[in-house]
């Protein structure tokens, strides 16, 4: 597996040394290297869980470090990050194998200096029995024990209080469930369980109509079901989503900032692929996902077109429903993009005022007696209550059909999300 160790230790320097998104950087070097199945398995999953509990590594290496960990060289950094990692939470890997590869990953990253001090911390909290002590403060042990910097956990804490901060931090460590869309257009769920069993992959019902979740299915694109557009990939709050807009078989529907397209493709099925259904987005080239997946899918009524959501424009003309999933912090998906939750929440303080001037632009589009979903992916009220409210106190033709749902992430269901559904009178 050394070149397995060695592809999620470069992964490690482009994410926390440059930015990188952890997706697009992993599936970069794994292409590269020509890992095997197992070696792609196992990078994924080092590569991974070094990112979501990198504060309870530090803290783990803060405790044996002879220098402050912020103060090591990047390289040896994380690989005592990935050799802690694998001693805590992959018991599959021998204690001798975690220590050995990480003294061999010093003389392969040039850091071979370092071999004999790397050693020592590793020998020292084995010798403690890799215990971890968490911080006498409640903030910081819990901070510690599910790697969430403090601040997340304040502004949650003030957020939605204590208990659903707790659920919110235990379902953000679990691992996130696969949920997949039935095409309406071919098949049924009860057709698709059938196939997917002769693939070897376990399917269930799920509360939401057409909804299914998979079992240890790896990747999806591999399968005969999936190149046969018979099902996409969105996750479960993501479904509701969806159908809380309520689409009609023959509406002109409006997606603001479609791409990838999971919503799209659910709101085209639950159309009929009828009607018409216009994909917007900010970039031309993430508007090719969304073609090809109406492609693969088969959806005929989806057209695409690259627009500023920000800026309105009259020649769109009105439609009968709008969805304005709008750009956000992320903080519901942190189980998927473990990157996101280091994001000071101070960084994203502009993002509200980008929300509301989307919402707006967006409002513009929508007929008398039409209905708008907003929603976000995040858990941070001032994008997501905030934005609705202060929207409705200006706008008094709309008025909302429901309270806005907040979904927690769960470890059976779906990711952190909010909604909100309007009508306009007049």
């Not at 769109?316 to 709008?326: E, W």
Request: proline residues 4%; positive net charge.
């Amino acid at each position: 597996m050394a070149d397995a160790r060695m592809t999620a230790l470069r992964g490690l320097s482009e994410v926390f040394g440059q930015g990188g998104y952890s997706n697009l950087v992993l599936e970069n070097l794994m292409r590269k290297q020509e890992l095997s199945g197992q070696e792609r398995a196992f990078c994924t999953a080092l590569f991974y869980g070094v990112v979501e509990r990198r504060i309870t590594l530090d803290w783990v290496l803060g405790r044996y470090s002879r220098q402050p960990v912020e103060k090591l060289s990047p390289a040896v950094r994380d690989i005592l990050r990935m050799a802690v990692y694998q001693l805590l939470y992959m018991p599959s890997v021998p204690e001798s194998a975690a220590v050995n590869e990480a003294v061999k990953e010093t003389r392969a990253m040039r850091v071979s200096s370092a071999s004999g001090y790397v050693n020592g911390v590793l020998r020292a909290f084995l010798r403690d029995g890799k215990k971890i002590a968490l911080p006498r403060d409640p903030l910081a042990a819990l901070s510690v024990q599910y790697s969430v910097p403090k601040a997340l956990i304040t502004l949650w804490q003030q957020s939605y209080g204590e208990e659903k901060t707790g659920a919110i931090l235990a379902g953000s460590e679990s691992l996130a469930p696969l949920f997949i869309r039935v095409n309406s257009q071919k098949t049924t769920a009860e057709k698709l369980i059938e196939t997917l069993a002769k693939e070897n992959i376990t399917a269930t019902k799920t509360p939401v109509g057409n909804a299914l979740r998979l079992e240890s299915a790896g990747d999806v694109t591999r399968l005969t079901a999936f190149r046969e557009g018979l099902f996409h990939v969105q996750d479960l709050s993501s479904q509701k989503c969806a159908a809380a807009l309520e689409v009609q078989p023959g509406q002109r529907v409006l997606d603001v900032c479609s791409a990838p397209g999971g919503k799209t493709f659910t709101l085209a099925e639950r159309m009929g692929d009828t009607g018409s259904l216009l994909a917007m987005d900010l970039y031309p080239h993430r508007l090719k996902l969304v073609e090809e997946g109406a492609a693969r899918l088969g959806l005929r009524c989806i057209r695409t077109k690259a627009n500023d959501a920000q800026i309105y424009d009259k020649s769109l003309g009105v439609f009968d429903r709008i969805l304005c999933d709008v750009v956000c912090s992320g903080y519901g998906v942190i189980r998927r993009k473990p990157e996101i939750r280091y994001k000071d929440p101070a960084e994203g303080a502009a993002l509200p005022q980008t929300q509301r001037t989307i919402l707006e632009t967006s409002a513009r589009y929508l007929a008398p007696g039409g209905r708008l979903v907003y929603s976000t992916c995040t858990l941070n009220p001032a994008e997501n209550e905030d934005v609705v409210n202060a929207f409705l106190q200006e706008n008094r033709a709309f008025a909302l059909c429901s309270e806005p749902v907040t979904c927690l992430p769960e470890k059976t269901g779906g990711d952190g999300f909010f909604y909100a559904v309007m009508e306009r009178s007049t």
